[in-house]
């Protein structure tokens, strides 16, 4: 057995260690608001359930592992104490990923993810349409734990109203598990669908993708392709070039005839089986073809 002292340790490594070993972990999909009325969206998998009297989630938004300084979500907590925690399934799980990317201050990253905000109750944070349960909660504490990067900050959120999707409750209103088809955080680039075990995602963090809002509409408006698959699409730093684009089609079109006559809804269909198999280059040439 090989042991470590923490402080022995670079931040990063302890990180991944203690990310790698206590895992699978839920995903808090936190929605909060600026005091400009600028809503943010983050992903934070340090998060948990703590008391059911008072109703009482945690999460922790640690600072800024590169130099220490606050992520968006904990400043809009600070300026206004209330944060609306989105539950996370399989269907939503790429855009959770790519709303993860560091885009610069006051980037609504519900549009980049192409995910739709929903207007809470109680509380001034948008919520996420998509997500099978939403929890409007008070901020009650904000505990810091540390002051250097990576240090985590303790949020205490008190649960005012919770929303839960018609499709994930059973007839005597509890949650069916099958349904919710949950999906939790592990180390690197992995996460664990409760229905089915690991998989991965690349990482969207070293890099800014274009977004869900910066796509041709009938991309991000089709009827044939998934939250998810906006997700990966999303999640590239540039389209193809148009040379690029025309060199792919010819090769294709010598092996397939038929795509130089195929519809819109055949190529959505095709190139979703391309991001099936993580092509997500040449699903994006055969799309803007």
């Known amino acids: 057995?090989?042991?470590?002292?923490?402080?022995?340790?670079?931040t990063p490594v302890l990180h991944h260690l203690l990310l790698s070993a206590v895992a699978p972990r839920p995903i808090a999909f936190a929605s909060t608001i600026s005091a400009k009325a600028e809503p943010n969206l983050s992903?934070?998998?340090?998060?948990?359930?703590?008391?059911a009297n008072p109703p009482i989630l945690v999460f922790s938004p640690a600072l800024r592992g590169t130099d220490g300084t606050k992520k968006d979500t904990l400043h809009n907590i600070e300026a206004v104490n209330e944060v609306v925690i989105n539950v996370v399934n399989h269907s939503i799980v790429h855009q959770m990923s790519l709303s993860s990317t560091a885009y610069p201050k006051g980037?609504?990253?519900?549009?980049?993810?192409?995910?739709?905000?929903?207007?809470?109750d109680t509380v001034k944070p948008f919520r996420v349409a998509e997500a099978p349960v939403q929890?409007?909660?008070?901020?009650n504490e904000?505990?810091?734990?540390?002051?250097?990067p990576g240090a985590?900050?303790?949020?205490i959120c008190e649960v005012l109203k919770i929303h839960i999707h018609n499709a994930v409750l059973n007839k005597d209103n509890t949650i069916n598990q099958d349904a919710l088809d949950l999906v939790s955080r592990a180390g690197g680039s992995y996460y664990n669908r409760a229905k089915s075990g690991f998989f991965e995602i690349p990482k969207p963090l070293s890099r800014l993708g274009i977004g869900v809002d910066a796509m041709p509409s009938h991309i991000k408006n089709s009827t044939v392709l998934t939250g998810n698959d906006l997700g990966m699409l999303a999640?590239?730093?540039?389209?193809?070039?148009?040379?690029?684009?025309d060199s792919?089609?010819?090769?294709?079109?010598?092996?397939?005839?038929?795509?130089?006559?195929?519809?819109?809804t055949e190529k959505h269909k095709a190139a979703q089986k391309y991001l099936s198999r993580g092509e997500v280059q040449s699903a994006w040439k055969l799309l803007l073809s």
């Open 235 to 245: 999640n590239v730093e540039a389209l193809p070039h148009k040379d690029a684009v």
């Open 43 to 51: 992903p934070f998998s340090f998060f948990n359930v703590f008391s």
């Open 135 to 139: 929890f409007e909660c008070k901020v």
């Open 152 to 155: 985590g900050n303790l949020v």
């Open 142 to 148: 904000i505990k810091p734990l540390g002051t250097g």
């Open 1 to 10: 057995m090989t042991s470590f002292i923490p402080k022995d340790l670079t």
């Open 107 to 120: 980037t609504n990253e519900f549009d980049k993810s192409g995910l739709t905000m929903l207007a809470s």
């Open 248 to 264: 792919f089609i010819n090769d294709l079109s010598k092996r397939c005839p038929e795509v130089a006559k195929a519809s819109l």
